[in-house]
């Protein structure tokens, strides 16, 4: 079974290793890590394990780039399908396996993990804006698609990686879910939601420049959103 994690990393120094340590307990495949130009010791971490695939950005491309560098990595490598997760600490590896077989069954070509699912345990409390919101993205997407997604932005993901390689994927930024939430739409691909821990330690975790602002934030993602559906922005 030709199956892949990906792991995009920036500046993880501290929770790389017990992490990678986390998902080696529970999965012996091939492991693909985007280290987006970190400017930490993750570097250094990464350096000292023989056990994962490695992709060194000279400087920060952004999650989106990284992700869609694992994506092409993967695939020319050959595999067929992916699981996509953070290394923050907020993702349990115990899912790996129930995502990943959802995929290769064929239940869905995006198995998403969801955080505010009625299943869904809570281990900390989430910010309130961001709470917000990702439930106002979620429900504009729910709006144009009818898929019931109840996140939008969970990194828990499992792909069949062939049901993207028709996809215009190219967005660097935190913003990435909404295009390739939109393409997936635009595309016909199957979604499904499963339920995964809702884990919050770092309330103060930035999205860099002005993103941290909730509304700048919003209107970003329904940028990038309305683009990818060839939508033109509101007057």
């Known amino acids: 079974m030709d199956v892949s994690i990906i792991m995009p990393v920036y500046n993880e120094a501290e929770t790389v290793e017990p992490v990678l340590r986390a998902v080696r307990e529970v999965y012996y495949g091939e492991i693909i890590v985007i280290d987006d130009g970190s400017t930490d010791d993750t570097a250094m971490v990464l350096s000292e394990r023989d056990d994962i695939l490695l992709i060194r950005h000279q400087e920060n491309l952004g999650y989106g780039k990284s992700l869609i560098d694992g994506f092409q990595y993967a695939r020319f490598i050959g595999i067929e399908h992916a699981l996509t997760m953070d290394v923050d600490g907020q993702h349990e590896p115990q899912h790996i396996h129930e995502f990943l077989l959802a995929a290769v069954e064929g239940r869905a070509d995006i198995v998403s993990g969801s955080r505010y699912l009625p299943e869904s345990v809570a281990v900390g409390e989430v910010p309130p804006e961001r709470r917000e919101v990702n439930e106002r993205v979620a429900a504009e ?95």
Do not use: N
């Open 141 to 235: 997407i729910d709006r144009v698609t009818g898929w019931g997604l109840t996140d939008a932005f969970c990194g828990f993901k499992a792909y069949r990686l062939a049901a993207l390689d028709g996809l215009t994927l190219t967005e660097p930024g935190y913003a990435f879910p909404m295009q390739l939430w939109a393409a997936a739409h635009k595309a016909g691909l199957k979604v499904m939601e499963m339920p995964v821990e809702r884990i919050y330690f770092d309330h103060d975790r930035s999205f860099g420049e002005d993103l941290d602002d909730a509304e700048k934030r919003f209107a970003y993602y329904m940028r990038v959103w309305r683009e990818a559906l060839g939508e033109e922005a509101p007057a």
